[in-house]
């Protein structure tokens, strides 16, 4: 009877209420917060692209006219089919990509030398087992593999002029890249970019892809992997479990903790002085317990282009996962960051794929706000403790012979 008194009390007490109120409270946060991040992390997981424009048009008043040389990604293969002409913008001009009939990619300048006709709404033509492309106004063809016009479908002899030919710009296709090389010299390729058998043999499953369409000199995308401490400054902590965890409990604190085992950037010796190597191995713990543990290998080709590998562990499985990025110059400060990864086959790698990938497109996002308005100083004032971006920022002198650097 006493017990049963001393309950009846408690129940009827302030503190017991309050208690309710809390739980209860809590409780709603949660499902709440499991409920919103289940909805985002759906909606991301059926998109197949995921894309973001961050372009302010007064950002243009800082276009310069050269752009850095190097490969520079102008498209992605799947938008080019064999017998098809895709007219691209890059470089602040067009250009126009044709695929002949054995699958090789060419890049042509696209006005046409008879009348200036845009021979991106032409069409590819065989003349005499060649492949050609054919201008859409009076039919002039051009060789696909050098550019002369072999034919004009209206005079006798269906010759044109001497010296009738069409600019050609070296092109390549790697790891589902189309790309262009850029020398504000005119001078010819002197490296490749590497193909990745995994990517381009079908070894790995495609992952998914993400763009980001940007006003910022292609530098600074560069330099963002080789800058240590806005890891923490900007990115804070690895987002999307952190976020999680913070919706589900309805708090600011961090619970998932990111740490460094390792971080370097190193431009490679010679002769792959156009290569550069980042790499860096975080460790992730929540609540004080070893969650993942990563290593991320990227290697730059030049200031437009870049793979990585990327080595997980987590909770005792291991995943392996593939990236390519390439920076697409629309103009030299306007950017289209396009970020495609790679799995293994099986359905938990391409799961844990998505999900890495959802997270990069999520901490980019922190960085394309700052980037957006931003310039590259000329003499930025580094310190001792940030050797990776002295590092990156020589390696990638030798690519930039800007002759109108709009920086400070
Ligand atoms: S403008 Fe191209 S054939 Fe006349
Ligand atoms: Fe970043």
New binding site residues.
Partial sequence: MLKFVQLDELFRSRFFDLAIICIFGLLVRSVYGLLKFLYTGIQYFLLDDFSKDFTDPESDLLTKSSHPNGWAPVALSEQLGVGKILKVHVFGQDIALMRDSSGTVHAVDPY?P????HLGSGEVVKIGGEDCIR?P????SFRAEDGVCIDVPYTRDRKAPKGSSLKKWHCIEVNHFILVWLHNRAQDPSWFVEHLDDVESHGMVYGGKFDYLINCDVYLITENTADYAHFSTVHGKPSFLDEFCRKLLGREKNFLVQTFNNFTWEAASKPESHKAVGIYEPCYTIFGFSLMKGQMKSIHYGPYFLTANLKFWILGLNFELKLVAGYIPIHSNKHKIVYRMYSDKDLLSRLFCRLTLMGLFSNIQYDGHIWQNMIRLKRPLYLKEEKTMINCRRWFLQFDDSTNNNGN
């Avoid at 008879?114 to 006709?117: E, F, L, P, S, V």
């Avoid at 106004?137 to 002039?140: G, M, S, V």
């Fill in positions: 046409c008879h009348n200036g006709a201008c106004f009076h039919k002039w």
